[in-house]
């Protein structure tokens, strides 16, 4: 496989030259960009896929809702509506995608958007529910929009500056786009993380000068769903774990780590179940000869297949951030607000 990404480097150079161009024509104010009189917080990534950007959408949720009125807006990946959509409780993954789902049925002091023109997606929120805050989810190349602050995730053990553009690496743009970022966070650190580590980072990183964040995933104590498990006594069960996310390895680590004996079916990123997959699930949730037995997912996987399987668990997750680095970042984006 990393031969065959290899042979690809002559694309990855005509996609330098693409990407190149479009931000060179933002930069100089060819391609118009469009700022509003609200705060708009763009949470991104500069590589494809899985850094985390869901469990910081909602620390951001969590952080602001109590103070501000609060409205996220999300391309919505892989929906079959067009257009926008303003989040309802009859709505579906099908209709609005999983991860703008999951941020309405959890929170219910927000309003949450899909549009994939995020200009006018913006407009129709203020128009309609006037927010004093806009959280824009994976927006960071949609340079159309121009944000009041950008906040951009890199993986502990993927960082960007380690990588090369697609296909031969999994950069969307250059390296340099991340001067474009107000702060960098490093997601899904270990939680143990050393300082000799911090500052080995921190010099791969220090030529894009902007204020640098360590966070990591917590897990929650127990499941929810079909049955609330906690995870001491989840050793006693035989789990069928289903995951349809970029990267599940944090998962599967964090389960072996804790001694959870389980077997993995795993699928693409924002996977739809169709209805031989579902049956095909519950036969070898069936064949498993276990008194404790239960299938567990991911938060995200949760809400596609919560109307699917009549048995069905998660395991929330959150955002942390190392040591004393919480009160740093919430006063940064607090002050930015003021």
Known sequence: MKFLRFLLFPFAVLYDLITSIRNLFFDVGIFKQTSFKIPVIVVGNLSVGGTGKTPQIEYLIRLLKDSYKVAVLSRGYKRKTTGFVLLNKNHSVEDVGDEPLQYFNKFDKINVAVDANRVEGIKRLINEKSPEIILLDDAYQHRKVKGSFSILLTKFNDLFADDFLLPTGNLRERRRGAKRADVILVTKCPENLSKKQQEEIKKKLEKYNKKLFFTTISYAKKTSGSDQVSIEELKEYEVLLLTGIANPKPLTNFLTQKQINFQHLKFSDHHHFSSIEISDINKKFDAINASKKIILTTEKDYTRLVDK?????????????????????????KSHLQ
């Open 309 to 333: 399987l009549k048995q069905v668990s998660c395991l929330e997750i959150e955002t942390t951030f190392l040591e004393s680095e919480t009160i740093i970042f919430d006063a940064v984006i």
